[in-house]
């Protein structure tokens, strides 16, 4: 075997080499090779985010860019990557930063960057056995581990799809037509205009895609009637029961929506319950575990999720806990003939002779046609890690959030909205007794945060203090670093209250 090293590199007036040549994969070996030394020699922002005001970053980086046209002559492979690492570098994001815990972003594990490289030199697509063999072995090698993990039965199949809201899209797309059927409705000759008065139920603290793929789908998001959560910000099953009960006949309940890791607070639904209540009035339910699969690699807390098994469909991203480069989302369904209604005869790609003979792809269990490999990254992951790998960094995390959630009890100016379920921790910096102006300081702490560079923190609005009292500005920390530890907490922590008793100083200046 000759080694990528003893490739000769290719002169810049040569043709370029298909990347799984053995000239191209000697090219990309190099390529790569600049990248890593562009980066060493790069000036990385101390913090996780670069400072200054936004418009200055995005100027600084059009500015590196050049002029915004198409040059006439390029610049050739390695000067064009010299400058879009040191952009990318230099006035972009780092996530293994220990203070970047703002969303649901992690830092991608280096297995999963070099397949996602390799799945991109094979350039294969999923639609037709002729556009990517292998690439079709693995995404369902892929789909079999993800539904036995989550035990949805030998009937089980999925689909990757470009991300969570895509994922929750497609889930809705098949209970419509699943509910519709039992209706003796056929939307895709009638339109959804034929379907009496949908309904789709879910919790109040459920993902907005929820409301968007309503509207996407014809449904409208007057379609969707919200369910009360308990204190613990999970869907309250006797109000799920209630609203079922109380639908009028020409009602059609398409789906129930239920959460296992609200975005905000890691809060899941009890499953089991709402599987059951959806099951008596024989309704489709949708699990929307985009956050919260990733517990089930640990063994700590892979119970969280009990009920799991008895969705008919269920979104995970593997791009929040299980490191992959974005996007690595799959819907998951009970019952594979549920993709039916997708299916696609088309001359030029499935012909149903083809099909018989074996040489199908998986072009009728997506809405896209060309749809790159992504289960080639999330496939080395689990093979490299096995799930006690990933629990092991599910756990970390979870500690982490833990940590900080003790922290911000013992900080007399901190304020703990929501403790960690997952790996997720809402609070507040308490501020004066003005409840304006508390929500005005913590979004000011969070920006003076990101103009800093310091630190990157999350935001949302939730309710703090007594039951019945309105939503309020909190901070959010997002903890899905696995390389941290509670000392970077501990400083994360002082880094707020750094920011916030200095905001709050010359809000008083400003003020008087």
Partial sequence: MIPLTAVPPRPASAPPSPALCLDGLGEVH???????????????????VPAGAPADVLAAAADALGPPRL??????????????????????????????????????????????????????????????????AVERWLIAALTGLAGLGEHADGVLTPGGSLSNLMGLLLARDAAALRRG?????????????????CS????????RACATLGLGETAVRVVPADEHRRMRPEA????????????????????????????????ARIAEIAA????????????????????????????????????????????QPAASSALLVADRSAFTVLAREVAYLNPADDTEAGYGGLLGRSLQTTRRPDAVKAAATLLAYGRSGLG????????????????????????????????????????????????????????????SGRALVGRTDAAAGAPGEPPRVCLKFTLLNPTA???????????????????ERLMEETAA
């Fill in 30 to 48: 190099g390529l790569l090779g600049e990248i890593v030394d562009t980066l060493a020699a790069a000036r990385r922002p101390p913090g996780p």
């Fill in 71 to 136: 040059p006439d002559e390029g610049l050739g492979a390695k000067a064009a990557l010299q400058r879009l690492t040191t952009v990318l570098v230099e006035q972009g994001l780092d996530l293994a930063h220990p203070r970047a815990a703002a969303h649901l972003q992690p830092p991608p594990l280096a297995v999963a960057v070099a397949a996602d490289t390799l799945a991109g030199a094979g350039n294969a697509s999923l639609d037709t056995y002729d556009s990517g063999p292998a690439a079709i």
């Fill in 185 to 201: 409705v056929d939307v895709r000759a009638q339109g959804v205009a034929a379907l009496p008065a949908p309904v789709v139920l």
């Fill in 204 to 211: 109040e603290h459920a993902h907005f895609s929820t409301h």
């Fill in 240 to 271: 799920l029961a209630a609203a079922l009960a109380s639908l009028h006949p020409d009602q059609t309940p398409v789906a129930v929506v239920a959460t296992a890791g609200t975005t905000d607070f890691g809060s899941v639904d009890p499953l």
């Fill in 280 to 323: 008596d009035h024989g309704t489709w339910i949708h699990v929307d575990a985009a956050y919260g699969f990733g517990a089930l690699f640990s063994d700590r807390l892979a119970d969280r999720l009990a009920g799991l098994e008895l969705a008919d469909s269920v979104t995970l991203d593997l791009h929040k806990l299980g490191w």
């Fill in 392 to 451: 092991r960094m599910v756990d970390t995390c979870h500690d982490l959030a833990r940590h900080a959630e003790r922290r911000i009890l013992a900080e007399p100016d901190l304020e703990l909205v929501a403790p960690a379920e997952l790996t997720t921790v809402v609070f507040r910096y308490r501020g004066g007794a003005d409840p304006a102006a508390a929500d005005a300081l913590n979004g000011a702490v969070r920006r003076r945060l990101l103009r």
């Fill in 485 to 503: 530890t509670a000392d970077d907490i501990d400083d994360l922590v002082d880094t707020v209250l750094d920011a916030g008793r200095t905001c």
